[in-house]
């Protein structure tokens, strides 16, 4: 039994009654496409923090208990501290949908560039509308976008929507407005009869522009980073090693300030490369 499956069911009727508090994410749920109504949401929202809770203030009161020696105290911290718990764990759950929104929209808009110009070859060659979405499903490279195809030819072949439905579905739910725009324009185009691959050629040459704005807002972020990078971490360590040796010399303390050091070179070093590298990734216009 899966975790929204098990806090449902405990929680059914409480959701039923209270998920209203939750009802701004309803939205970014279903365009999230996280798959959990607003009820399941809710539900698994309110198994975590009890859990999160009592784990948070049974942990703090042996703690405390431990080292003062006093229930009542241990009692009292426990509930302060568990109180932030609870807070945390609402804030993290109220965030989740946008962040994954956000990674979706990310996703999608790195590669809609490169989507478009696929699907206008693909019309080029005369195939039905349908055809170019299950084409583009089976195309992994194109991550999101290829999921949103892949939804739009479920709805189609599963769910029996013609193929103006299942854009107008698909439009409703992504992530990305450029996506959306497409989408809508693509629905517009079939409606009136109009050239399919013209329009997809416009949109392509629209997305062109877009990616290398992007490519270049990337560029100049990586000069900088680069600079910091060489200024703080490699000229900083440099600096560190070199005066710690040199108080090493004059004051002793040669052991501590070896630890020092070492610390750096095999902790320091590597975690705050680690952090450049995810940044990087995370502003990159080719992560898909």
Known sequence: MSLTTFSYKIFKNTAKKYSGIFSDLQENLKISGSGYSLDEYFSMFL???????????????????????????????AIIISIPIFGVIMLVFR??????????????????????????TIAGTGVPPHSIFKILSEFGEFSEVSAVATDIVQNIEVFGLDIVDALEHAADRTASENLKTLLWG??????????LKGFLDEKAKGFAQLYKRRLEEFTRTLSMFLEIYITIVIVGSVFILVLTTIMSLIGGFTEQLQMVQMMLIVIGLPMITAVYIVILKSVSPTEV
């Open 47 to 77: 198994f975590s923090a009890i859990i999160g809770t009592i784990v948070g203030f049974l942990m703090v009161f042996f703690i405390l208990f431990i080292f003062f020696f006093d229930v009542l105290i241990a009692l009292i911290g």
């Open 186 to 195: 693509m629905r517009s185009t079939i409606t009136s009869g109009g050239d």
């Open 95 to 120: 965030i989740y949908p946008t962040q994954l929104i956000q990674s979706k929209r990310k996703k999608i808009d790195n590669v809609i560039f490169f989507s478009t110009i696929y699907m206008s």
